[in-house]
């Protein structure tokens, strides 16, 4: 069974760091690709960053340069998010897609206080 899940939120104050894990049920690279999205309340979800599996990365413009995803050999993708501001307050998930299919985690929150 194919599963993602999250970790690492929390409550961070602005300008500050945070690392989110994404641990699967699997091999991380058995995955094609591998995603963080967030989402408010009232919002869509909105892709933050990806990494292929030749490890090209790509990430949104409101993140760039301060957040940085990466993986490990192992079955852990993470999201290392710096210089942390309050409108990135929001619940963090990672989505892994496998075989043509979109697998997501549970999601995890965070909180930048001002």
């Known amino acids: 069974q194919v599963q993602l899940a999250e970790s690492g939120g929390g409550l961070v104050q602005t300008g500050g760091s945070l690392r989110l894990s994404c641990t699967a049920s699997?091999?991380?690279?058995?995955?094609?690709?591998v995603a963080w999205y967030r989402q408010t309340p009232g919002n869509q979800r909105e892709f933050i960053a990806g990494i292929v599996g030749g490890g090209t990365t790509k990430y949104a413009d409101s993140v760039k340069g301060r957040f940085t995803i990466s993986r490990d050999i192992g079955k852990n993708a993470y999201l290392q998010m710096n210089s942390l501001k309050p409108e990135d307050t929001a619940v963090y998930y990672c989505?892994?897609?496998?075989?043509?299919?979109?697998?997501w985690g549970q999601g995890t929150l965070v909180t930048v206080s001002s």
């Open positions: 989505k892994g897609i496998y075989r043509s299919q979109d697998y």
């Open positions: 699997m091999s991380i690279f058995t995955f094609r690709a």
